[in-house]
């Protein structure tokens, strides 16, 4: 399987565009989330998912949106783009408790790295 | 969720162990000790996790002192492709979803 892929890779927007990122895992996990990550900086919650139908969020949400209308994918909105959403974006997923100890152990996509001047 | 201090960077050589300490002081006792690490530019991968017992993977060993102030992850033959930034996260179970990433430990394996 491919674990938690996202799209597009590299973007850039002129500020006031909006766009939406791409996020889709196959590992049938419920609970999924978007992090941002600023130059030299620990990532922050962004949104977060604990199934199909439920979001909220997180640390910092002000200026995106999100849904999850399927438990593969949860896109993340960006409504209107200024220069401070300039970031990497990552989307990971987390695995409930599984009978080999696991315990809510979370899976990362590779991120999309955005510009926006 | 209880705040965790790490040093901001560690050099280890190649081969040897490395040993990352993280200090968790206001842990509580339902709250779990977790392990990620971020390799430059990618997403943070998961190493290890632990509540009170020392815990051992393909990956790291992790050891809790017995009062569970303070943890150590272990890298026990360190190679070049250990070189990452090691984040030390204290959380309740029932919020791993949603974590709190701090600066944590640039580490640097050297040849």
């Known amino acids: 399987n491919a674990g938690v892929t996202q799209t597009p890779k590299f973007q850039v927007l002129k500020t006031g565009q909006s766009m939406t990122l791409q996020c889709a895992q196959d590992m049938n996990h419920e609970y999924m989330s978007w992090y941002r990550q600023d130059p030299g900086m620990g990532l922050r919650l962004i949104h977060y998912?604990?199934?199909?139908?439920?979001?909220d969020q997180g640390e910092v949400p002000n200026g995106y949106n999100v849904s999850r209308s399927t438990t593969e994918d949860f896109p993340l909105r960006l409504l209107s783009a200024a220069p401070s959403q300039t970031s990497v974006y990552f989307c990971a997923s987390t695995s409930p408790p599984g009978l080999a100890g696991t315990l809510y152990e979370q899976y990362f996509g590779p991120g999309t790295r955005l510009t926006v001047t | 969720d209880a705040k965790t201090t790490q040093p901001t960077s560690m050099d280890c050589a190649e081969g040897r162990a490395a040993n990352l300490p993280c200090n968790h002081s206001?842990?509580?006792?339902?709250?779990?000790v977790y392990w990620y690490r971020q390799i430059h530019s990618q997403g943070p991968q998961y190493i290890i996790h632990g509540l009170k017992n020392n815990e051992t993977n393909e990956m790291a060993s992790l050891i809790i002192t017995e009062d569970r102030k303070s943890s150590t992850l272990i890298l026990p033959h360190a190679t070049l492709r250990d070189t990452a930034v090691y984040y030390c996260i204290v959380i309740r179970a029932a919020g791993a979803q949603k974590l709190v990433f701090g600066q944590g430990t640039r580490l640097t394996i050297n040849p």
């Open positions: 998912s604990v199934g199909a139908g439920i979001t």
């Open positions: 206001t842990i509580s006792g339902n709250e779990y």
